[in-house]
Nanobody, 115 residues
Framework: VQLVESGGGLVQAGGSLRLSCTASGSTFSINRMAWYRQAPGKQRELVASITISGGRTNYADSVKGRFTVSRDNAKNTMYLQMNSLKPEDTAVYYC?????????WGQGTQVTVSS
């Protein structure tokens, strides 16, 4: 499974961005996908996750009510709609997929929120 993220960039506080993660390869084996982020000097943390079959979602407390994770199974793509962005959301955002017993990561996309 290969994962490619897109949609990062620079935005002012209060603005919005939408990230995309497109999977290729053995996509039939994916049963869960997620977004993680890592800010400079901090550990990578889970932002949001979604199951492929049922679309069940889970969010970090810090993004609840502001971020929405979704997926388009026909396009093998997961999205992260980020609204009301804050400077503390600045990080590299990584796409993650769990397929059978293996985990897969994208290369990451930078999100920078200016105050």
């Amino acid at each position: 499974v290969q994962l490619v993220e897109s949609g990062g960039g620079l935005v002012q506080a209060g603005g919005s961005l939408r990230l995309s993660c497109t999977a290729s390869g053995s996509t039939f084996s994916i049963n869960r996908m997620a977004w993680y982020r890592q800010a400079p000097g901090k550990q990578r943390e889970l932002v949001a996750s979604i199951t492929i079959s049922g679309g069940r979602t889970n969010y970090a407390d810090s993004v609840k009510g502001r971020f929405t994770v979704s997926r388009d199974n026909a396009k093998n793509t997961m999205y992260l709609q980020m609204n009301s962005l804050k400077p503390e959301d600045t990080a590299v955002y990584y796409c993650y997929a769990y397929a059978l017993v293996q985990t897969h990561w994208g290369q990451g996309t930078q999100v920078t929120v200016s105050s």
